[in-house]
């Protein structure tokens, strides 16, 4: 059973990481594109976190960890970039 | 068993959300909309995901592992921020502020204030 | 084992953080220290050549791994003669750069020169095929902070370039060690030799792609055609001791082609023909290219970046032979080359700090020009080779040594051609530089009205470089390097018996291996 | 002395828990690090908290945490509603300017963040006086009602926590 | 799974060599970005592929992933950073003081600039 | 006297006036003449030994390895030779000191005649063609610095060059030439070379080093066609003009001929090159010598006229002709160097060497009358002066010669330029001393003082004397020095009358003709400007115009300054390279077996793949690109965590998110957009390019994944030792750490170095024009209102001490878990980046001073110490160890001093990363950014407080 809720769940994230890859490219604005790429990085924790379940590793946590900071840090790198051109004031 | 029940759910949840998630992000119609979908449903889905691995271990491997929840954690502390600033980016290039509500009379909202407004800066570099 | 062999990369690794951490605010300091750091530099060389001179090759085991799987330094002849080499050039120039004014212009100049440094030794020393990598790297990144010291758009133009191309080149050499490791699952070069060595022949191909590679690599650092397009403008731009110090830099790339292709690829290793039949119509091109760019240039830089491109032409014929006879020319050569070119950059710099540019066009009489025509005579004959300096001798060196070889007229004939073209164009130069501008008949020119760059110290007084038509300090730079040509000439047999013993154990790379492989004692 | 030590004694706390989650062992040298931890890093990061002081009631932070919990769950859903079945032209988006009575930064900031994690609503931005909150609604046909349950079901309790 | 990761890491090398070719500084650091994340690929690669192995020593584990490449290529993306960084701080400054970012040398590395006025020049024969 | 010290003396003489010059120029003079004469003595004291055909030698080893060595000789020819260079030079020293005016630096003068003298005479004294080859290149430089002495006259730079340029082809012609003879006879030691006449003739070299040698004697004496360069080199000074143009260098190609004349004549292939030239070119010499109007160019064509006439002699190849060349050598040295004094004498007090402008001199300057007169009739071959008497030996010689079996066709053509010669001498003569006095001279002539006469009238003596006595005078000279040029003991009769030969009966055709021309000078200038011959010098000029065109042109084309063709080549170079080597090479093909693929990593490559298409496709949009950049980032990141490698992957995304801040903050001034630059063609050529390294590359990958490791890889070892001997459960790091520690110390290092080089940019960025231009920097772009938004602040007061922890962390697993110094210290950065992105970087600095200077020389001093610590146990640098170390009350951990590595790989990565960032932002700083002295812009707690 948890095998098939796995594969589910890696197609779901899989999925939305095509669907995330779509709005990157076709996007109007730069905002949807930094919204999808930090989508994307938390769909891969997702990823991540399944694949750990699966091989039952706890190796990858620091990987997601790691996903997630750097999904905070480049949006909000991305924004203010957008909002004042210099990010570090 | 029942862990592996209740994790199996997590897991389709999980799934499901993320992938709500992101379609949002493709099918709302403009891009405050979109914004909606992944700030919520890719947060929990990932948060599902994340219980489901927590739960998981101690019951198939006896190993009881805090770290999901930190990055659980993690992502719903800055989920808001990261949204906050993507709904200013896109406030500052694609909304004029008089499609917006004011937030008082003769107020404005910080995207829109002039920067070099007085009480805004503070001292020149030098001084 | 002796721990000072190591020390060349360990004292400047050591002054240059020191730098940083404690004198970045008093120049100063920085003189003195890192002044003193390369002569202890120069010491330490004499005395691994001392050691090296026994003729057994000395290793070194870093955190006393066993070989192949730990890191080795290692110490032959050729690697204690490029030391050597190496610091005393450094020596000499640093002095230069202290007495033009350079080391002022910028910040970190002596902290970037000892990492500069480091890296070089570090290439020289090391007997694993990607810890020379890494000091590649250093040696490069250091050069590029020099390389733009003092700023300026096209010093800062030109260094995009140079980075970018050495970037790639950098891209280059991690593919061809990662293709080496594949095929022999070493790093070792000792230990590859070996594993080369016992290869099937019928599983050669990626061997030899690996091997092409690194030629490749090596080529771009020696600036071979077609890989040379990177040198003329980083070189022209690039300050004038800086410049100078880069004349070791080329050479790296050829101690690596020697190196990799007498120890790993020996002469009848299956992967040899790849090199060596690209390897000397390449050196033919550098060479004519280099010579007819001293001629088609109106920039004094880079009329001498061409001049290096052209000797490292000459060079690479010489060790594109891979016989015991050529690649002692190459050596003898590779140390009069280094010299030379060092020389003809410094001159340079000191005729554009005269003249305020270095357009090769009609001007004032600069100050000091006896002088510095002097200089410029003997380091130009120097560098075309022409007699009585150690460059004649080489060149006879080099077509003697090419004397049986197919191509032999080919190489003559270039090689003489293209000396007349560089003499034609060196004396043009020179009599444009200091005699023509005596038609003009005016005084000579003030001051130089700023020296290029700004000043990062205003209350320190900065002297300006045409107050002191001839700083006693960077002519007597100039006088060692051109005085280090004098005794390579005076002492060609000496020279040439230490090349001769380099070679010899170049060829010989069983004692290499052994040396290596064999007796780990006490190691981990 | 104590205060000093713990300039901010919840971090220190945090902290230390953060500490034991990572080595995920319960021991007691870990124990001694994680307290050693919420010793130095406070002390190490206080400067970039300026004027930052301590709440009136943190003993409500579970309950409030609990509820917004329970609200995310349920904006999930209604947004997972909404993008799979609504059509686009039935989509009512609002943006409302919510007048704040918090004054307190870490209260705001909680509040903004609510806002975000829960139904179909996204706090955009503040105002240039920090007195109020631009708010997007994803579908709002009301946007009153909407209002009018940040103002109670939340603003309220944080500023009973904070303030 | 070795068909795969090759043709990424060939797209990738033609991607950075296109960009690189673009003669502009931006695209140049762009390209460099591409191909070193193909040498990374590449250099991992020459330890041969290797699913589902533990990362660190562990009791009965059959095979591990080759670590020296691994670390080779730790080496390289740290060498490859401190690159980047220089090349995109010594594009900018070229940007600044020569107010394009073009990759290309200007004439006037080549030639002076009075190059046209033929008589103070010694491009001739006659000096 | 050793001949080695006899060489050096002149080159010990050109340190002197430097030294001496202070104290004015008759030192100078005296030292060198002191220094010449001392050379010359000791020179003179071998004449017993050598008239008894002795050899005397001196050898010194220089570099035996190649045959070049000091080995100096003195026979009958070097003697001959150096007594004509010591002598003369003698001469020329007095001669100048009064020569040159007050104007002229006389130092540099002296230093560079007397590098001259030494070269010469080191030529005639050496033993060992490549020694003689060293002086022979000599002799061009000092000569190149000696014709432009007068450095404000056009006339001496391009005379200069010229000079060096066609000497300078000779000499290296002659070089490839030399290395050939000396390879067939196995040595380079003349004594050797001569020797071995049987084996060099016979050798199929024996023609291209006979061709190489004569180029270099050719252009040297100025032969036809090279002869152009000596008139130009006329304007050097006089005294330098005799000495070199007359007496010595252009006798140093005559020199060659006769020194290797036993080993290189008496074939046919001699006989036609070198006599033919000889002829031709004393013919063609003297035909153009009638016309001058300056008398030094009339000197120099008469100069290259005897030239050819002794080299003509040479080349018949017999002992006699030999000899008359080596006494021709002798009188020409006599009486040219006199008449160049002459020359000089006029020009110094007329004032002019024009021709048109003198004449009746002979009152005005009597003694320089004589002096001339006696040596032009010498010239001229009248008798009973020494001209005469070799003049009468050549034309013997000249019936004698058959050329192409045509017996007097050389005969004919030398009387004619005898005939010629006489011409142009008694125009000499004529038409600078005798006619009517002027009154236009530009200074009025008269004699100069004894100082400036002395030295030609010591040589017009001579001529006389030998003229009338040549067998007392000269004869032994010409014996000694013919024997040593032939090889066998030569006797020759040196006498003024010999009879009514033939030769007299040419001689006298020869005066009868030559007065006659004279008479018809008028018809014979027009005849001259009927036929005129493209001007020598043009014709150089123009080859060199080209050349250096050319030169500039390719050079130019080649190396044009453009990155994308320097990369282009280099792609190219190395795909076809690589191809080459591949396809060369054997591979047994595929012995691994695939993997499967799975759908979710294919995901991930259609992920990559996209993006990356994307990227390039849209790389001008800049910012899409950056993000495009890191999804393909986050994608390599997964890819290495599927693959069993989460080192890397942490590694990968860390600096992933560094490298985007940098870029963002590089971003903010660099334009948005990547204009088109390249058309069409342009860019499908480098998509071509492009997709060909792809493939290339990737074929590559491929090959290697499919095939096995041909031996087992040394990494087999630290998954079997990591842990026993490194301490370590996670390999990658104990590599990294311990095995190749030393590969981290140099990565950390270029770490430093890449911040330093930042740091150092922006300093001269911000002093310089850029900073000027940055503080009236306008920004492009409407920019929003809060700079510090509250939001942000908070939450990072939160974020950056759990990422501190979090660094922390994963700084202490590193040795046993994923993680370690390096991603600790990006993840610490990245911490520190997010504080100051939420409050600034001023303010934030200013709350923490965090000296990141320090810390990079810090770590990589920690990094070093560690390394050195173990030098104390004896042991090699880096060597590390490890223990279990236990506290009271706490368990057991582990301590290994490859931590205090990983410490120094931490502190240095901080440093380095946030130093870089600060740069940057310094530059946005520079650029009018406000500094806040809040942590955010809007607090509304501040105004409830207040
Ligand atoms: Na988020
Ligand atoms: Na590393």
């Known amino acids: 059973m948890i095998g098939h809720a796995l594969l589910f769940a890696y197609g779901c994230f899989s999925l939305a990481l095509l669907f995330c890859l779509y709005r990157v490219v076709f996007a109007p604005g730069l905002s949807d594109r930094v919204l999808a790429l930090d989508t994307m990085a938390i769909n891969m924790i997702a990823l991540l976190t399944l694949f750990g379940i699966d091989k039952g590793t706890t190796m990858y946590f620091e990987a997601s960890l790691m996903f997630a900071m750097v999904g905070f840090i480049s949006t909000v790198a991305y924004a203010k970039f957008v909002l004042r051109g210099d990010i570090i004031e | 068993m029942i862990a592996e029940i209740i994790v199996s759910v997590l897991l389709v949840l999980g799934g499901f959300f993320g992938l709500v998630g992101s379609y949002g992000l493709v099918k709302l119609p403009d891009p405050m909309t979109r914004l909606h979908a992944p700030t919520k449903s890719a947060t929990l889905g990932v948060g599902a995901v994340l219980v489901a691995s927590l739960i998981w271990f101690p019951a198939r491997h006896g190993v009881l592992t805090w770290h999901e929840l930190l990055i659980t954690l993690f992502l719903f502390l800055t989920a808001p921020v990261t949204g906050y600033f993507i709904a200013k980016a896109h406030m500052h290039l694609g909304w004029s502020r008089d499609d917006l509500p004011r937030p008082a009379p003769g107020k404005d909202w910080a995207t829109f204030c002039d920067p070099d407004k007085e009480s805004l800066v503070d001292r020149q570099p030098g001084d | 084992m002796s721990h000072l062999i190591i020390a060349p990369v360990v004292l400047p690794a050591v002054i240059g953080p020191l730098i940083i951490l404690w004198m970045r605010h008093d120049l100063l300091l920085q003189r003195v220290f890192s002044v003193a750091a390369t002569a202890a530099l120069a010491g330490v060389a004499l005395y691994l050549n001392l050691l090296a001179a026994g003729g057994e090759v000395q290793v070194y085991r870093l955190g006393n791994w066993a070989a192949p799987f730990g890191i080795v330094l290692m110490l032959d002849r050729l690697a204690a003669l490029m030391l050597l080499l190496t610091a005393l050039l450094a020596l000499a120039v640093q002095l230069y750069a202290m007495g033009s004014g350079w080391d002022r212009k910028g910040r970190h100049f002596h902290a970037l020169w000892q990492f500069q440094l480091m890296g070089v030794c570090g290439a020289f020393l090391t007997g694993d095929a990607f810890n020379l990598f890494v000091f590649f790297e250093i040696l490069l990144i250091a050069s590029y902070g020099l390389m733009i010291h003092g700023g300026g758009e096209m010093r800062l133009r030109a260094g995009v370039q140079y980075i970018a191309y050495n970037l790639a080149g950098s891209t280059l050499f991690l593919a061809a060690l990662g293709v080496l490791y594949s095929v022999t699952g070493t790093l070792n070069m000792a230990d590859m030799a070996l594993r080369v060595a016992a290869m099937p022949a019928e599983d050669t191909a990626l061997l030899r792609v690996g091997a092409v590679l690194l030629m490749l690599v090596f080529a771009i650092k020696a600036a071979l055609v077609p890989l040379h397009f990177w040198l003329p403008s980083t070189y022209a731009n690039a300050p004038g001791p800086v410049a100078a110090l880069f004349a070791i830099m080329t050479k790296v790339g050829v101690y690596g082609i020697i190196r990799f292709f007498t120890l790993v690829f020996p002469q009848d290793a299956v992967t040899q023909s790849v090199v060596a039949d690209l390897l000397l119509p390449a050196a033919l091109f550098t060479l004519a290219i280099g010579q007819v760019g001293i001629l088609g240039t109106r920039h004094l830089g880079r009329l001498a970046a061409f001049a290096a491109i052209g000797s490292i032409g000459t060079l690479m014929i010489a060790v594109a032979q891979f016989t015991p006879q050529g690649t002692s020319a190459a050596v003898y050569y590779l140390v009069h080359s280094t010299l030379a070119a060092g020389a003809l950059f410094l001159v340079m710099d000191m005729i554009g700090a005269r003249r305020g540019d270095l357009w090769l066009r009609l001007d004032r009489v600069m100050p000091g020009n006896g002088l510095v025509a002097a200089l410029y005579f003997v380091a130009a004959i120097a560098v075309v080779g022409m007699p009585p300096f150690s460059g004649f001798v080489g060149k006879l060196l080099v077509m003697q040594a090419t004397g049986g070889a197919p191509a032999m007229v080919w190489i003559w004939a270039i090689i003489l051609i293209t000396s007349l073209v560089a003499i034609y164009a060196l004396s043009r130069a020179g009599t444009i530089l200091f005699w023509k501008s005596f038609e003009l008949g005016l005084a000579p020119a003030p001051p130089a009205a700023a020296a290029a760059g700004p000043k990062l110290e205003p209350d320190e007084p900065v002297q300006d470089l045409g107050d002191a038509p001839a700083n006693w300090l960077a002519v007597a730079s100039v006088v060692l390097l051109l005085s280090g040509i004098v005794a390579l000439t005076a002492f060609a047999g000496p020279a040439m018996r230490l090349a001769e013993a380099t070679a010899a154990q170049l060829h010989d790379p069983d004692a290499y291996v052994s040396a290596v492989l064999e007796g780990q004692e006490g190691t981990k | 002395m104590i205060r000093r030590l713990f300039p901010h004694p919840w971090l220190s706390f945090t902290l230390a828990l953060v500490w034991m989650a990572l080595v995920n062992r319960w021991a007691v040298g870990s124990l001694v690090f994680a307290a050693m931890i919420g010793v130095v890093v406070p002390l190490v990061t206080a400067p970039y908290w300026p004027g930052t002081n301590g709440y009136r009631a943190p003993s409500r932070i579970p309950a409030y945490l609990a509820m917004v919990l329970w609200d995310i769950a349920k904006a999930n859903f209604t947004v997972a509603r909404i993008v799979l079945f609504m059509p686009r032209r039935a989509l009512r988006p609002a943006w409302i300017a919510v007048p704040l009575e918090l004054r307190h930064p870490e209260a705001i900031t909680a509040l903004a963040a609510t806002i975000t994690l829960t139904p179909g609503t996204v706090s955009c931005d503040l105002s240039e006086d920090g007195r109020a909150l631009l708010v997007h609604a994803m579908h709002a046909p009301d946007p009153d009602a909407v209002l009018d349950e940040i103002k109670t079901r939340y603003e309220a309790r944080l500023k009973e926590i904070f303030e | 799974m070795e068909l795969l990761l090759s043709s990424a890491i060939g797209m990738l090398t033609a991607a950075g060599v296109y960009l690189i070719l673009r003669r502009r500084s931006f695209a140049v650091v762009l390209g460099m970005t591409m191909l070193s994340y193909a040498i990374n690929l590449f250099l991992f690669s020459t330890g041969r592929l290797v699913v589902n192995a533990p990362p660190v020593l562990r009791d009965g584990a059959a095979s591990y992933t080759d670590p020296l490449p691994q670390a080779l290529v730790l080496t390289a993306i740290v060498i490859s950073f401190g690159m980047t960084a220089v090349v995109v701080m010594m594009a900018l400054g070229a940007f600044l003081e020569g107010g394009d970012d073009r990759v290309d040398m200007p004439r006037a590395d080549r030639l002076p600039a009075d190059s046209l006025s033929a008589d103070r020049m010694s491009g001739d024969g006659d000096a | 006297m050793s001949p080695a010290l006899i060489a050096a003396l002149p080159f010990i003489g050109a340190l002197l006036p430097g030294l001496l010059i202070r104290s004015g120029r008759d030192v100078a003079a005296i030292s060198c003449a002191t220094a010449t004469f001392i050379a010359l003595l000791g020179l003179c004291l071998h004449i017993p030994a050598v008239m008894a055909g002795e050899v005397v030698t001196a050898r010194f080893e220089w570099l035996p390895s190649l045959g070049l060595n000091a080995n100096f000789r003195i026979d009958g020819l070097g003697l001959l030779f150096g007594i004509l260079i010591l002598g003369i030079g003698l001469l020329i020293i007095a001669y100048a000191r009064h020569y040159l005016s007050r104007q002229d630096p006389a130092g540099v003068f002296y230093t560079y005649l007397m590098l001259f003298q030494g070269a010469m005479l080191g030529i005639v004294l050496s033993d060992n063609i490549l020694l003689l080859l060293v002086f022979w290149e000599l002799t061009s430089l000092s000569s190149f610095l000696l014709i432009g002495y007068w450095k404000h006259l056009p006339e001496g730079r391009q005379g200069a060059r010229m000079a060096l340029t066609v000497t300078g082809m000779g000499g290296l012609a002659m070089i490839a030439g030399m290395l050939i003879l000396g390879n067939i006879a196995g040595s380079f030691d003349i004594t050797d070379i001569l020797q071995a006449r049987e084996a060099i003739q016979a050798s199929p070299y024996y023609l291209p080093a006979l061709l190489l040698i004569l180029l270099g004697a050719f252009t040297k004496s100025a032969q036809f066609p090279f002869h152009f360069w000596l008139p130009h080199a006329m304007a050097a000074p006089t005294p330098v003009s005799a000495y070199l143009h007359s007496a010595t260098m252009v006798k140093a190609g005559l020199f060659l001929m006769a020194r290797l004349w036993p080993v290189l004549s008496g074939t046919p292939e001699w006989f036609y090159i070198v006599a033919t030239t000889g002829l031709a070119t004393m013919v063609l010499a003297a035909w153009i010598a009638i016309f001058?109007?300056?008398?030094?160019?009339?000197?120099?064509?008469?100069?290259?006229?005897?030239?050819?006439?002794?080299?003509?002699?040479?080349?018949?190849?017999?002992?006699?002709?030999?000899?008359?060349?080596?006494?021709?050598?002798?009188?020409?040295?006599?009486?040219?160097?006199?008449?160049?004094?002459?020359?000089?004498?006029?020009?110094?007090?007329?004032?002019?060497?024009?021709?048109?402008?003198?004449?009746?001199?002979?009152?005005?300057?009597?003694?320089?009358?004589?002096?001339?007169?006696?040596?032009?009739?010498?010239?001229?071959?009248?008798?009973?002066?020494?001209?005469?008497?070799?003049?009468?030996?050549?034309?013997?010689?000249?019936?004698?010669?058959?050329?192409?079996?045509?017996?007097?066709?050389?005969?004919?053509?030398?009387?004619?330029?005898?005939?010629?010669?006489?011409?142009?001498?008694?125009?000499?003569?004529?038409?600078?001393?005798?006619?009517?006095?002027?009154?236009?001279?530009?200074?009025?002539?008269?004699?100069?003082?004894?100082?400036?006469?002395?030295?030609?009238?010591?040589?017009?003596?001579?001529?006389?004397?030998?003229?009338?006595?040549?067998?007392?005078?000269?004869?032994?000279?010409?014996?000694?020095?013919?024997?040593?040029?032939?090889?066998?003991?030569?006797?020759?009769?040196?006498?003024?009358?010999?009879?009514?030969?033939?030769?007299?009966?040419?001689?006298?055709?020869?005066?009868?003709?030559?007065?006659?021309?004279?008479?018809?000078?008028?018809?014979?200038?027009?005849?001259?400007?009927?036929?005129?011959?493209?001007?020598?010098?043009?014709?150089?000029?123009?080859?060199?115009?080209?050349?250096?065109?050319?030169?500039?042109?390719?050079?130019?084309?080649?190396?044009?300054?453009?990155?994308?063709?320097?990369?282009?080549?280099?792609?190219?170079?190395?795909?076809?390279?690589?191809?080459?080597?591949?396809?060369?090479?054997?591979?047994?093909?595929?012995?691994?077996?695939?993997?499967?693929?799975?759908?979710?990593?294919?995901?991930?490559?259609?992920?990559?793949?996209?993006?990356?298409?994307?990227?390039?496709?849209?790389?001008?949009?800049?910012?899409?690109?950056?993000?495009?950049?890191?999804?393909?980032?986050?994608?390599?990141?997964?890819?290495?965590?599927?693959?069993?490698?989460?080192?890397?992957?942490?590694?990968?995304?860390?600096?992933?998110?560094?490298?985007?801040?940098?870029?963002?903050?590089?971003?903010?001034?660099?334009?948005?957009?990547?204009?088109?630059?390249?058309?069409?063609?342009?860019?499908?050529?480098?998509?071509?390019?492009?997709?060909?390294?792809?493939?290339?590359?990737?074929?590559?990958?491929?090959?290697?994944?499919?095939?096995?490791?041909?031996?087992?890889?040394?990494?087999?070892?630290?998954?079997?030792?990591?842990?026993?001997?490194?301490?370590?459960?996670?390999?990658?790091?104990?590599?990294?750490?311990?095995?190749?520690?030393?590969?981290?110390?140099?990565?950390?290092?270029?770490?430093?170095?890449?911040?330093?080089?930042?740091?150092?940019?922006?300093?001269?960025?911000?002093?310089?024009?850029?900073?000027?231009?940055?503080?009236?920097?306008?920004?492009?772009?409407?920019?929003?209102?809060?700079?510090?938004?509250?939001?942000?602040?908070?939450?990072?007061?939160?974020?950056?001490?759990?990422?501190?922890?979090?660094?922390?962390?994963?700084?202490?697993?590193?040795?046993?878990?994923?993680?370690?110094?390096?991603?600790?210290?990006?993840?610490?950065?990245?911490?520190?980046?997010?504080?100051?992105?939420?409050?600034?970087?001023?303010?934030?600095?200013?709350?923490?001073?965090?000296?990141?200077?320090?810390?990079?020389?810090?770590?990589?001093?920690?990094?070093?110490?560690?390394?050195?610590?173990?030098?104390?146990?004896?042991?090699?640098?880096?060597?590390?160890?490890?223990?279990?170390?236990?506290?009271?009350?706490?368990?057991?951990?582990?301590?290994?001093?490859?931590?205090?590595?990983?410490?120094?790989?931490?502190?240095?990565?901080?440093?380095?990363?946030?130093?870089?960032?600060?740069?940057?932002?310094?530059?946005?700083?520079?650029?009018?950014?406000?500094?806040?002295?809040?942590?955010?812009?809007?607090?509304?707690?501040?105004?409830?407080?207040?």
């Open chain 6, 292 to 946: 001058r109007d300056d008398l030094k160019s009339l000197l120099a064509f008469s100069t290259v006229s005897h030239l050819g006439l002794i080299t003509m002699l040479l080349g018949f190849g017999t002992e006699a002709a030999a000899v008359a060349a080596v006494f021709h050598i002798v009188n020409h040295a006599t009486f040219k160097a006199a008449l160049f004094m002459t020359a000089g004498i006029i020009d110094h007090e007329a004032g002019t060497r024009s021709i048109a402008r003198l004449g009746g001199l002979r009152r005005l300057m009597p003694i320089t009358f004589v002096i001339g007169t006696l040596a032009a009739l010498s010239m001229a071959g009248i008798p009973p002066l020494n001209g005469f008497l070799s003049k009468e030996l050549m034309l013997e010689q000249a019936t004698h010669a058959a050329w192409q079996g045509h017996p007097g066709l050389v005969a004919a053509t030398a009387t004619l330029g005898a005939l010629f010669s006489v011409c142009y001498s008694l125009r000499f003569v004529w038409q600078v001393f005798l006619g009517p006095e002027r009154q236009d001279y530009p200074h009025r002539p008269h004699d100069p003082g004894f100082g400036l006469w002395s030295a030609p009238a010591l040589l017009a003596v001579l001529v006389v004397l030998i003229g009338l006595f040549p067998d007392s005078m000269a004869g032994w000279l010409v014996a000694a020095s013919a024997s040593a040029v032939t090889g066998t003991a030569q006797h020759p009769h040196l006498a003024l009358w010999h009879g009514v030969t033939p030769a007299l009966m040419l001689s006298a055709v020869a005066l009868a003709g030559g007065v006659a021309l004279l008479a018809l000078n008028r018809r014979l200038l027009a005849l001259r400007a009927a036929m005129a011959w493209p001007e020598a010098k043009a014709i150089f000029d123009a080859i060199t115009r080209a050349v250096t065109c050319a030169a500039g042109f390719l050079t130019d084309r080649l190396t044009n300054g453009s990155m994308a063709r320097a990369f282009a080549a280099f792609s190219l170079t190395v795909v076809l390279c690589g191809l080459w080597a591949f396809s060369t090479g054997g591979w047994q093909g595929a012995t691994r077996p695939m993997l499967p693929i799975q759908p979710v990593p294919l995901v991930g490559w259609v992920l990559l793949m996209v993006a990356t298409c994307c990227m390039v496709a849209f790389h001008r949009r800049r910012i899409l690109a950056l993000v495009l950049v890191g999804i393909i980032g986050l994608m390599v990141s997964v890819s290495f965590i599927y693959l069993s490698a989460p080192d890397l992957a942490l590694t990968q995304i860390s600096v992933e998110v560094v490298t985007v801040v940098l870029l963002l903050l590089a971003l903010n001034f660099l334009p948005k957009f990547t204009v088109i630059e390249s058309p069409d063609r342009k860019r499908g050529l480098d998509a071509f390019i492009a997709t060909l390294t792809g493939l290339g590359f990737g074929a590559l990958a491929y090959v290697i994944m499919r095939s096995d490791f041909a031996f087992s890889p040394i990494s087999e070892y630290m998954l079997a030792n990591s842990y026993k001997l490194g301490g370590g459960d996670n390999v990658v790091n104990v590599i990294l750490v311990d095995f190749r520690g030393y590969d981290t110390f140099g990565e950390i290092t270029v770490l430093g170095i890449a911040a330093l080089t930042i740091f150092a940019l922006t300093e001269t960025l911000l002093a310089g024009a850029t900073g000027r231009r940055l503080r009236n920097w306008v920004h492009d772009s409407r920019r929003a209102g809060d700079r510090h938004p509250l939001m942000l602040v908070v939450v990072t007061r939160l974020v950056l001490p759990i990422a501190l922890v979090v660094g922390l962390y994963i700084f202490l697993r590193g040795h046993n878990m994923p993680g370690g110094g390096f991603v600790a210290g990006l993840v610490v950065s990245v911490a520190l980046v997010s504080q100051y992105m939420a409050s600034g970087f001023a303010w934030a600095q200013e709350r923490q001073k965090i000296n990141y200077h320090a810390l990079i020389g810090a770590g990589v001093i920690a990094a070093g110490l560690t390394g050195i610590g173990a030098w104390f146990a004896g042991l090699p640098f880096l060597t590390s160890t490890y223990g279990y170390v236990k506290l009271p009350g706490l368990e057991e951990f582990e301590l290994a001093s490859a931590m205090g590595f990983d410490l120094g790989v931490f502190l240095c990565v901080v440093g380095a990363v946030m130093l870089a960032l600060n740069s940057l932002s310094r530059i946005a700083r520079t650029a009018g950014e406000t500094v806040n002295l809040h942590p955010m812009d809007i607090d509304p707690s501040k105004e409830a407080r207040r």
